[in-house]
């Protein structure tokens, strides 16, 4: 049987490009090398996911695409400018549900429309239409503090879609949730890719969800983090996590993980 996946070596044009990537920590005398070298290229409206064991770096890549962070070498590309200080064109959601707790869940959804001075008019036609998107338009009027932790994340990923950014980056954003949410909103979240067709850069250390969501996965080492895979992952949406061909993945993935980590 031929593999349901390959891996890829192939170079074209991309809507995203970071080259040779480092990140150096220095702490006093100290120098903790934390990215090394690393390229990564992403296509417009590609669903991709970044893969690799916990302290390796992978929060702090997705900060620096985003420009909350500055790298100490390379350069990043989006749609050929450079990226060096926090970028409007990408929207991210964080671990954390990172909500304003004393706005309505309306209000938070509309808070990065009134920094960028979009009309009241307009506002409440976008935020009910991303509300709508990820069926919370029955709890506009209420608070984060009412709502389970899915539905806060729900909400923080209708309050970066709300702001139309070319690329969205998303760092464990289901991480903290149980089993029966998590696989939920994974569900729920292509389904959204699949409506809206933004660029998705997605953080996890989960291997069962980057093959769930992800067309390529790109598997990070420990520190000093490197590339060290990029599988194309060719099963069609949407997935099963207990077919053959899945596993067949995951257990490869798996293997690798254990020599990479030993």
């Known amino acids: 049987m031929a593999k349901p ?31 090394d070298n690393i390229n990564l290229n992403v296509k417009k409206s590609e669903f991709v996911c970044i893969l690799g064991p916990s302290g390796c ?18 350069s990043i590309n989006l749609d ?21 707790p004393w706005r309505t869940i309306f209000e938070n959804v509309t808070f990065g429309l009134e920094m960028k001075g979009v009309k009241k008019q307009e506002q409440t036609k976008i935020a009910e239409k991303y509300l709508e998107l990820v069926d919370l338009s029955d709890f506009k009027d209420h608070y984060p503090s009412e709502l389970s932790g899915g539905m806060k994340q729900r909400v923080a990923v209708a309050r970066a879609l709300a702001v139309n950014p070319e690329l969205l980056l998303m760092d464990e ?6 089993a029966q949410t998590r696989n939920t909103l994974q569900t729920e ?18 291997i069962e969800e ?17 590339v060290e895979r990029i599988i194309e992952n060719k099963l069609p949406y949407p997935r099963d996590k207990l077919s053959g ?9 798996t293997r690798y993980f254990y ?4």
């Open 259 to 262: 020599k990479l980590t030993k």
């Open 57 to 74: 770096g992978k929060t702090t890549l997705l900060r620096i695409i985003m420009g909350l962070e500055q790298f100490s070498s390379g």
């Open 80 to 100: 050929g400018k450079n990226i060096e200080e926090v970028e409007s064109r990408l929207g991210m959601v964080f671990q954390e549900f990172s909500l304003f």
């Open 189 to 206: 979240l292509i389904k959204l890719w699949g409506k809206t067709e933004k660029t998705v850069i997605f953080i996890t250390h989960n």
């Open 5 to 35: 996946y390959q891996y890829s070596t192939n170079m074209i044009m991309y809507q995203l490009e970071l080259k040779n990537i480092s990140k150096t920590y220095k702490r006093n005398s100290k120098k903790l090398l934390v990215l």
């Open 245 to 253: 061909d899945f596993n067949e993945i995951k257990l490869d993935i």
């Open 210 to 226: 980057a093959i769930f969501l992800a067309q390529r996965i790109i598997i990070l080492s420990k520190i000093p983090s490197r």
């Open 173 to 178: 954003p289901f991480g903290a949730l149980d």
